[in-house]
């Protein structure tokens, strides 16, 4: 059945996009339904517990672990400072005493007499969770988090690193063919997310870096440029979490692929406007995509979720994303529907598609997603 197959990369002008954002621990949620955020906006709030550390007291005076308890200053729940003297044996005449002095601030959780150690719970950590887009509180979930819709314009990728920001679009090439190169990249482009055509030099990236953009929406990129610029192999491990100063969207794929003029269009019909972006990506079961959302200067609270499932028909739009065709962009021209055995001698149901090259091709149904928008 064609609607068995799940839809591919969502390229949109006008959808709702909804979030759920939600704390890695238990914590306090800070907003309301229907509130307005913006991206940093912060719903909700915890304390992740400090760090157990231990001081061997007996061990530092040199004493029997239930003297070293007697010698002990503070009790279980009393706060400790850093360098704070909190025990000393009588010494000699009042002379050659042993002091010992905190090595960390925190707060006394335990002391033992069969040990003589003293434990320490270093300061809880908050951690803020952040709206990430501009609209608004569609649900609260207690103690957890919130759910956060906006309607406007959506771009997946196909590939993306580097975390959660926000920035306004500046189309950097004159169009989708041509490749971001350093020279594209103004002082002024700090904070901005830039849009390039056909991929990004490794001089881009390390430009874009330098006058802090950011992010980069791209139609491919070198993989030996992405590991040059990591400074390791990526894997095949879900992205997103990686320390680097941009964050990076490939619509296409790897190597330098002229951006999808639709894509392209659209986001240069976005210029100067804010968008929210996030390069998380995993490609194999529960499918990350990587984004950019630019929600609408006037949001409504009224309009339904889109819809963007889609069934494989005539003249649906598809990107291949297994080789020989890998990132090309094509319609659905026949569905055959006989199964067809493939080089592993595997019998497969197909599609046949013109790609944007013109060529005519027939590829594994499971080897293409649609390109919903």
Request: net charge negative; charged share 25%.
């Amino acid at each position: 059945m064609a609607s068995a197959y799940t839809p591919g990369l969502t390229v949109s002008a006008d959808i709702v996009v909804r979030k759920t954002r939600r704390l890695p621990i238990k914590g306090d949620v800070l907003v309301r339904e229907g509130d307005p955020t913006e991206p940093d906006t912060v719903i909700a709030q915890a304390k992740l517990p400090g760090i157990l550390q231990t001081i061997k007291l007996a061990e530092k005076l040199g004493v029997e672990p239930k003297e070293a308890v007697a010698m002990f200053r503070l009790k279980p729940g009393d706060p400790i400072e850093k360098g704070q003297l909190i025990a000393e044996t009588k010494g000699f005449f009042g002379l050659f005493k042993a002091q010992v002095h905190a090595d960390y601030t925190g707060t006394v959780e335990q002391v033992s007499e069969l040990t003589g150690h003293v434990l320490v719970r270093e300061p809880p950590t908050p951690v803020n969770l952040t709206a990430y887009l501009k609209g608004h509180v569609a649900e609260v979930l207690p103690q957890e988090g919130a759910v956060i819709e906006t309607r406007g314009a959506m771009v997946q990728g196909i590939f993306g690193v580097g975390g959660e920001r926000s920035g306004r679009i500046r189309v950097a090439v004159p169009s989708n063919q041509d490749t971001l190169e350093a020279s594209h990249i103004r002082e002024d482009d700090a904070g901005a997310v830039l849009v390039g055509g056909s991929g990004v030099t490794f001089e881009a990236l390390e430009r874009a870096s330098a006058v802090g953009a950011a992010g980069l929406v791209v139609g491919g990129i070198k993989d030996s440029d992405l590991v040059r610029y990591l400074g390791y192999d990526i894997g095949v491990a879900i992205t997103g979490q990686e320390s680097i100063p941009i964050t990076i969207i490939v619509t296409e794929g790897f190597g330098f692929l002229a951006m999808a003029e639709r894509t392209f269009g659209l986001l240069q019909s976005l210029e100067g406007k804010q968008a929210s972006i996030n390069g998380a990506t995993q490609i194999r079961a529960g499918v990350i995509r990587p984004e950019v959302i630019v929600p609408m200067e006037s949001l409504s609270t009224e309009t339904p979720v889109a819809d963007v499932a889609m069934a494989l028909e005539i003249g649906t739009p598809i990107r291949v994303i297994r080789e020989p065709y890998f990132g090309r962009l094509g319609k659905v021209t026949e569905l055959p529907h006989q199964l067809v055995e493939v080089e592993s001698g595997t019998l497969v149901r197909v599609l046949k598609a013109r790609l944007d090259s013109g060529e005519e091709v027939m590829v594994p149904r499971a080897n293409v997603e649609i390109i919903a928008g």
